[in-house]
């Protein structure tokens, strides 16, 4: 049938598509673009400095296993941008299998170009990867929605399963707070790839996901046993340099050293007007950071909150409100200034894309704010369609809606950066919501129907080549 050979040609017309603005991207972030946090966990990987938890070690030691094989620090934003595009154009395949629409399936790889995806794409940082292990367990499961119906073999669905789960739980390991965004997409995974799970399935599943979580983490404590440095203790930290008084922490039941640091980061937040990240820009660190402190500042914390409930949701609310309304950070440039003689390949394409970035963060602001994401995130959770794709819209919306929400108590700063992944998924998720409303939900497939049956259901469309 002449319309096959126009289906394959298209799938390899966005291939090429995906792998030219990959090498584009590449080629501007090169060799990855580092932040101060990027940087110190190149150290950790380089084995310059000893690893530590402060970042998640499971980057650094990925990190690590790529500079052995390739010899160079800068495989990592290429992975980056291989696994970005890839997973855009494995979902850029399947909804033009599902729909047989060329516009739709190229939109999807629009979505990479946008300014506020594009930003980050080859900054080395957990937030990034994060996102891009929640996109790619997206597209995976996008495979099992497109070839449920053909009813996959067994080994097959149990082998998507294993790589979705495989994303995902990288996705938490490199990021605790993304399990809020892990979930829906997790369930969707599922969902895509069998109709109708039962509870031994789910069961299943579910003690594969916590096994890929469980066993890394504890493969990594016992063997790679990175330096306990106490980090959560920094949000303890914020919310009691901005919640109690100066005259509250001077009588603090700590050690007269504490409470000395203490007093000093209220007085020298309150100076510099520092609302958040009280650690870095207040206090004054002792050479072991948190790890002597964090004990004092647990106990206090328990024992002061539950007497400032007022002030803690108040503080708390503040800062979620900067979040949402003065999302801040919306581009990294280039590579902070270091010691390992690291710079950035091509300076004039990092100020082309500071221009691109910067000019329309600047032009369409509200595109950089958290408030836009959380409200386009909450319409796909409350009306995702009713088409082949309501699924996945719904999942996306919840995704994005619950990690944004979940940073409500822990939020550290108010960076764009953690609003990220809702940016990349409400936008497939807006994507799909078009193309679901002008496509109707497929029939139920006929028993024996295999994958190749079903796709003509869109010969027309495959061939009118839309």
Known sequence: MGWVPRVRRWVWALAAVAAVCCLGTILVFAPGYLSPDSLEQLRQAEGRTPLTDWHPPVLSLVWRALIAVTGTFASMAVLQAVVFWGALWVLAWCVWELTGSRGGSLTVLGIGPMPFVLNF????????????????????????????????????????????????????????????????????????????PGRRTWVTCTAALVAALLVPAVAISLFARPIGTKQGAQIMLDDLVHVLSVDELRSADVSPGLRDRLVASARECERI??????????????????????????????HEMSGHVPGYLQYRLRLFATLLFETDYAYKAGITRNDLGIEVAHPRLEDMLGTYVGGMATDVRWLFRGWFWLAVALVLAVRPGRGVFAMPVRALGV?????????????????????????????????????????????????GATADRAVTAHQPADAGGQ
């Not at 995704?399 to 992944?421: C, E, H, K, N, Q």
Request: hydrophobic fraction near 55%; glycine fraction near 8%.
């Open 121 to 196: 794409v080859g900054v080395v940082w957990k937030d990034v990867h994060t996102a891009f292990a929640l996109l790619a367990a997206c597209a995976v499961a996008f495979l099992g929605l497109r070839l449920r119906d053909g009813d996959p073999r067994p080994a097959v669905r149990w082998g998507l399963l294993a790589l979705g789960v495989l994303f995902l739980a990288y996705a938490m390991l490199v990021r605790k707070n993304a399990f809020f965004a892990a979930i829906p997409v997790f369930i969707l995974l599922v969902l895509a790839l069998w109709r109708a």
């Open 399 to 447: 995704s994005s809606a619950a990690y944004i929400l979940g940073y409500l108590p822990i939020m550290p700063a108010t960076d764009f950066r953690y609003v990220y992944w809702p940016a990349i998924a409400c936008s497939l998720g807006v994507v799909l919501l078009w193309l679901g409303r002008s496509r109707p939900a497929p029939p139920p497939t006929a028993p």
């Open 273 to 302: 007007g520092a609302l958040s990240d009280a650690y870095w820009a207040c206090y004054q660190r002792p050479a072991d950071g948190l790890r002597g402190d964090s004990g004092e500042i647990t106990s206090l914390w328990l």
